[in-house]
């Protein structure tokens, strides 16, 4: 499997066309995908202040997206167990091109650019072993897919990279599942979930939960400038057990589990959606669209969570301060005001702020 370093290196890419930056496409601060009130489906990009910076349809219901580091292009990817994933350029809501997973592959509707938006790297599903895989594709040669190497688990879900870094993490939730049987999990008693971190195209550390925690499958992320990463968890046990729903990993050290004694954590019937860290980095937010809350945490002295309570609340990002929040029944929560816009938002906010 080449490393980066070998494809930038060794591989004479196309030059990339001129393309429109992120200012010139009205400035959004965040990607969402959402169904419309006629049943369609689209990616919005929205500013800080929640208005629609642009609208861009997609074929069929989105999960997330990646956003190019540099230039108004975003990669919106069909939820699992999608096989396809359209990269958009959202100047003109032109589809660049139609990503497919490989035969036996589905998508796992998340990926993330390498620091230079030279490459891009998908979390997928290797059906048949039930091994997780990265595919890496090479942005300026058109995404052409030029490898892939192990997840470091089963059920990759979310891919992060580290900040500033071109270091990556990702969440195996441990689930495995195969298309034939919906999303059913096929190995409920040896789940064993981890977050990998990637460098240069090998595994270079692997941290798991405790033993009497494997049932929490990790499943979305979010970074902090110093590398801490943070973990939104999914109960796949006895929902009358009450376990935390989040957890940190700091850059060195153990996993903290930043929730582990809140009784709180019951409100959130066992599913945390999604997670961010606010735009200072000092507090960090997981949502419940089950429980129809989201909770704050500080996360140097963590007390009681401060509670949003919002119907189908999914979606949380940071903002350049604070967070902003999406729910599916069109809210969109951010400063200076709300706004509700005639759409259901799907799980998931891209933030496209630096750092």
């Known amino acids: 499997m080449p490393t980066r370093r070998h494809v930038l290196g060794g591989l004479a890419a196309a030059p990339l066309l001129?393309?429109?930056?992120?200012?010139?496409?009205?400035?959004?601060?965040?990607?969402?995908?959402?169904?419309?009130?006629?049943?369609?489906?689209?990616?919005?990009?929205?500013?800080?202040?929640?208005?629609?910076?642009?609208?861009?349809?997609?074929?069929?219901?989105?999960?997330?997206a990646a956003a190019h580091p540099v230039r108004a292009?975003?990669?919106?990817?069909?939820?699992?167990?999608?096989?396809?994933?359209?990269?958009?350029?959202?100047?003109?809501?032109?589809?660049?091109?139609?990503?497919?997973?490989?035969?036996?592959?589905?998508?796992?509707?998340?990926?993330?650019?390498?620091?230079?938006?030279?490459?891009?790297?998908?979390?997928?599903?290797?059906?048949?072993?039930?091994?997780?895989?990265?595919?890496?594709?090479?942005?300026?040669?058109?995404?052409?897919?030029?490898?892939?190497?192990?997840?470091?688990?089963i059920g990759p879900h979310e891919i992060l990279r580290l900040p500033g870094t071109d270091r990556f993490v990702v969440a195996n939730g441990g689930l495995r599942t195969h298309p034939d049987s919906d999303r059913e999990v096929l190995n409920p008693d040896t789940m064993r979930p981890n977050l990998s971190f990637l460098s240069d195209g090998s595994t270079d550390r692997v941290v798991e939960l405790e033993p009497a925690l494997r049932r929490n499958s990790i499943r979305h992320l979010a970074a902090r400038r110093d590398g801490t990463v943070a973990a939104a968890l999914q109960w796949q046990g006895d929902l009358s057990e009450v376990v935390p729903l989040l957890a940190l990993m700091p850059s060195e050290g153990p996993v903290r589990l930043l929730a582990d004694a809140d009784p709180g954590q019951a409100e959130l019937q066992g599913y945390a959606g999604s997670v961010a860290f606010d735009g200072a980095g000092g507090r960090v937010a997981i949502t419940s669209p089950r429980g129809g809350l989201a909770q704050i945490w500080e996360v140097a002295s963590p007390g009681e969570p401060q509670i949003l309570r919002r119907p189908d609340i999914c979606g949380v990002a940071r903002a350049a301060e604070g967070f902003v929040f999406s729910d599916g029944g069109g809210g969109w929560l951010t400063a200076p005001a709300p706004q509700v816009h005639p759409v259901a938002w799907d799980n998931h906010i891209v933030s496209l702020l630096a750092g």
Do not use: K, Q
């Open 73 to 153: 292009e975003a990669v919106a990817f069909a939820r699992r167990p999608g096989t396809f994933a359209l990269v958009i350029d959202c100047a003109d809501g032109r589809v660049l091109r139609r990503l497919d997973s490989p035969p036996g592959r589905h998508f796992y509707g998340h990926g993330a650019y390498d620091r230079s938006g030279d490459m891009l790297l998908t979390t997928e599903n290797d059906y048949e072993s039930g091994e997780g895989r990265i595919g890496i594709w090479d942005v300026g040669a058109g995404y052409l897919r030029i490898g892939e190497v192990p997840s470091g688990g």
């Open 18 to 64: 001129s393309r429109a930056a992120w200012a010139e496409v009205g400035a959004p601060t965040h990607v969402a995908a959402a169904r419309r009130g006629n049943g369609s489906y689209a990616l919005f990009g929205m500013t800080g202040v929640g208005d629609v910076a642009f609208e861009v349809p997609l074929p069929d219901r989105g999960h997330a």
